[in-house]
């Protein structure tokens, strides 16, 4: 403690490195002391010397000082206390209608997420529906087409078996007309 009333008595804060200036050109002390754990002590000191200052000053004071200043405490306690009350009511009461709110966007939310999901699972009908009469369609689209061959076939060969009358219709005329000759030489 000597050290440090030293320090404070030549005008500086007193700190492990200022006090052990002062302890080895002043009391003696070996410098050997690390500044780090002598400052350490000197905070400690320090605070507990102006702990003791302040139970004395108390100490000196009347009762009724004393008294008056547990009362003005107790005034100060309670108000502060009735003002973080009153605000922690008022925020309660404001997260508990953000919570009601977003309760609410929540189940608005889900509500959509099930119609659109709904939606989805009706397109996926449909699109089932339309790719089964695609199916189909394709199938007698398949069997027209194999109809249409099977015709053009017939029609050709309808129109072969013309050809085929036509010509013997032609050279039954041919030998019609050559018989009507020979006859008629």
């Known amino acids: 403690m000597d050290g440090i009333e030293l ?72 108000a502060v206390l009735d003002h973080l009350s009153i605000e922690h009511e008022n925020l309660r009461n404001v997260a508990s209608r953000k919570l009601a709110n977003l309760n609410a966007d929540l189940t608005t939310q889900r509500e959509q997420i099930r119609a659109l999901l709904a939606r989805i699972d009706a397109k996926d009908e449909e699109i089932a529906e339309l790719e089964e009469k695609n199916l189909s369609l394709n199938g007698r689209l398949e069997l027209a087409a194999s109809e249409i061959i099977n015709l053009k076939e017939t029609i050709s060969a309808i129109g072969r078996e013309d050809d085929i009358r036509t010509q013997m219709l032609a050279l039954m005329k041919d030998a019609l007309a050559m018989s009507s000759q020979q006859t008629k030489v």
């Open 7 to 78: 320090v404070e008595r030549d005008g500086d804060v007193p700190t492990g490195d200022t006090v052990k200036k002062v302890m080895c050109a002043q009391m003696g002390v070996a410098g050997g002391i690390n500044a780090q754990s002598l400052d350490k002590e000197v905070e400690r000191l320090l605070d507990e010397r102006d702990r003791t200052r302040r139970e004395r000053r108390i100490a000196a004071l009347p009762n009724a000082s004393a008294e008056a200043a547990k009362k003005i405490g107790g005034v100060v306690e309670a």
